[in-house]
């Protein structure tokens, strides 16, 4: 059977378990398609695959069973469709995000636009090991952002209008971590507790409850897999350019740092995490307000 190595080499191209066939992944940056490119999708799965496709748990479609001699007019047509064949070897794969802002009413950062833009940049870089990229509208982490090598996720402070505080306990009912308490007629936060998700500020009926210091917690070196890690917070940024600045920084960084073959949370075990986080803060002085995360 005739192959065509250069599109088989690519990272979305996935020999089966029957190595006469192979699964396209395609690119879905935030897990976003329109209907039409799913229409598309479609029709290519049926013309090339078996007529199925499966959704993946990084927000992408795969298409199975498909001859690898047909992989060029495939390819070609997946282009077309504004679908390309994706990434999953050692490279930035598929940018994966909640819907934030534009659908969650927990959701304290615009997610989707926010992934869109670090996939136009980094997406299929290639890199000594797997970058997953995961973001969260709020520390509810739908998309296990902590999991991944590098995950973004939106906080709040939240802060009480001083005074007028009517002890309803609204607030106190809706915090799941136990974080405010009601002493003296008024609502007490203990901040050592706070998550800053925000759910406190939404509750408030008398609209008492402000948000403070809106921002973009990122984490890195987390992972899935036969060795799961929780990634470490790094640090805190407050403008999408600045996450974008911080994960260009933390990507140069894997790039002429790491090395392959090793998960990425093993390696930063390896060189102490501490110095792994001043070495990226030396590097971001220009990022605007950074604020470290204390560890
Ligand atoms: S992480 Fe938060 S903002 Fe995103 S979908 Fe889940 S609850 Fe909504
Ligand atoms: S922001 Fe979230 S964790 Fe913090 S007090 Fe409000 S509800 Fe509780
Ligand atoms: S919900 Fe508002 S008014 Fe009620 S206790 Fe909390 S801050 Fe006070």
Wanted: charged fraction near 25%; hydrophobic fraction near 35%.
């Amino acid at each position: 059977m005739q192959k065509d190595f250069g599109i088989h080499m690519k990272g979305g191209v996935i020999t089966e378990r029957d190595p006469d066939f192979t699964t396209i992944r395609i690119r879905a940056p935030a897990g976003i398609l329109t209907i039409e490119q799913l229409r598309g999708i479609a029709k290519i799965a049926k013309k090339y695959g078996s007529g199925v496709v499966h959704c993946t748990t990084r927000q992408t479609i795969e298409i199975p069973h498909v001859n690898p001699s047909r992989l060029k007019r495939l390819s070609q047509q997946l282009e077309k469709n504004g679908t390309p064949i994706g990434s999953e070897k050692d490279e930035v794969v598929n940018i994966i995000s909640c819907p934030g802002t534009e659908r969650c009413k927990y959701a304290n950062i615009d997610t989707i636009s926010l992934a869109k833009r670090i996939d136009e940049r980094l997406f299929g870089r290639e890199m000594p090991v797997k970058m997953r990229i995961a973001l969260s509208g709020c520390p509810n982490s739908c998309t296990s952002p902590m999991l991944n090598e590098i995950g973004v996720i939106g906080r709040i402070r939240p802060v009480r209008t001083p005074g007028l505080c009517t002890g309803c306990g609204s607030c106190v009912y809706y915090c799941k971590e136990k974080a405010i308490k009601i002493r003296n007629g008024i609502s007490e936060l203990n901040e050592e507790k706070c998550i800053q998700c925000g759910m406190c500020v939404k509750s408030c009926s008398f609209n008492l409850l402000k948000t403070a210091h809106h921002h973009f917690l990122i984490t890195v070196g987390g992972r899935r897999g036969r060795h799961p890690k929780i990634g470490r917070e790094l640090l805190t940024v407050e403008t999408e350019d600045q996450v974008l600045f911080v994960i260009g920084k933390i990507i140069d960084w894997v790039y002429r740092r790491a090395w392959s073959g090793r998960l990425l949370s093993e390696q930063l075990d390896e060189i102490h995490f501490e110095k792994f986080r001043n070495e990226i803060l030396k590097e971001i002085p220009e990022a605007g307000p950074v604020k470290p995360v204390n560890p």
